[in-house]
Nanobody, 124 residues
Framework: QVQLLESGGGMVQVGGSLRLSCAAS????????MGWFRQAPGNERVFVAA????????LYADAVKGRFAISRDNTNSTIYLQMNNLKPEDTAVYYC?????????????????WGQGTQVTVSS
């Protein structure tokens, strides 16, 4: 079973940047797509970004396109989410996520394992 540990959250002003990290362990990291989701207070958890197992494909929610960038380091079993030009509506708990099955194409519905989350707060 995969274990996911997020870090890098915090408070930032509008227009600022943050970089989230997620360290994975418990299985062969390089075989799996990885993703980020977020949950704002009173809302459901929603998809933010994902990256394929081989880094050739990425997928973003419309709300973050052009501002966020997902990347991975298979050597260190870590994924990142670089968040730029942050807005108050980006305030949420951000979760790292992993699917149950390796390889294949990115499928948002297949993410089934979650980290504990890291809080991002954007103040105006």
């Amino acid at each position: 079973q995969v274990q996911l540990l997020e870090s890098g959250g915090g408070m930032v002003q509008v227009g600022g940047s943050l970089r989230l990290s997620c360290a994975a362990s418990g299985r062969t990291f390089s075989r799996y797509s990885m993703g980020w989701f977020r949950q704002a207070p009173g809302n459901e958890r929603v998809f933010v970004a994902a990256i394929s197992w081989n880094s050739k494909n990425t997928l973003y929610a419309d709300a973050v396109k052009g501002r966020f960038a997902i990347s991975r380091d298979n050597t260190n079993s870590t994924i990142y989410l670089q968040m730029n030009n942050l807005k108050p509506e980006d305030t949420a708990v951000y979760y790292c996520a992993a699917p149950n099955f390796p390889f294949g194409v990115i499928s948002v519905r297949d993410f089934a394992s979650w980290g504990q989350g890291t809080q991002v707060t954007v103040s105006s």
